[in-house]
Nanobody, 125 residues
Framework: QLQLVESGGGLVQPGGSLRLSCAAS????????IGWFRQAPGKEREGVSC????????NYAGSVKGRFTISRDNAKNTVYLKMNSLTPEDPAVYYC??????????????????WGQGTQVTVSS
């Protein structure tokens, strides 16, 4: 299975922005759907966003819709999550994950097979 490595986490002020990166190796990422998930202390893991293999279709959790943007650069084998207007409700360990292709070049936030190690996002004044 392919390997995924997240980076770009850190501490930002409320209202600030971060861009997370998910670098794939071992396989070419254009053959996979990539999703971002997060888990905060005391809460279960939740799906944040996903992007189809072509990059043409995306899904977002309602809590991040309009603030986060997922994109992919298949030539660089990298998927990004741009996070704007961060709030104290967004801190968590963020994970990227990969799964096989879905119908109609879409992406679901379920059934992911390979996971990265996670990157910490902290929002505090």
């Amino acid at each position: 299975q392919l390997q995924l490595v997240e980076s770009g986490g850190g501490l930002v002020q409320p209202g600030g922005s971060l861009r997370l990166s998910c670098a794939a190796s071992g396989f070419t990422s254009r053959y996979y759907i990539i999703g971002w998930f997060r888990q905060a202390p005391g809460k279960e893991r939740e799906g944040v966003s996903c992007i189809s293999s072509s990059g043409s279709n995306t899904n977002y959790a309602g809590s991040v819709k309009g603030r986060f943007t997922i994109s992919r650069d298949n030539a660089k084998n990298t998927v990004y999550l741009k996070m704007n207007s961060l709030t104290p409700e967004d801190p968590a360990v963020y994970y990227c994950a990969a799964r096989g292709l879905y119908s109609s070049d879409s992406c679901p936030l379920r059934d992911y097979l390979s996971w990265g190690q996670g990157t910490q996002v902290t929002v505090s004044s």
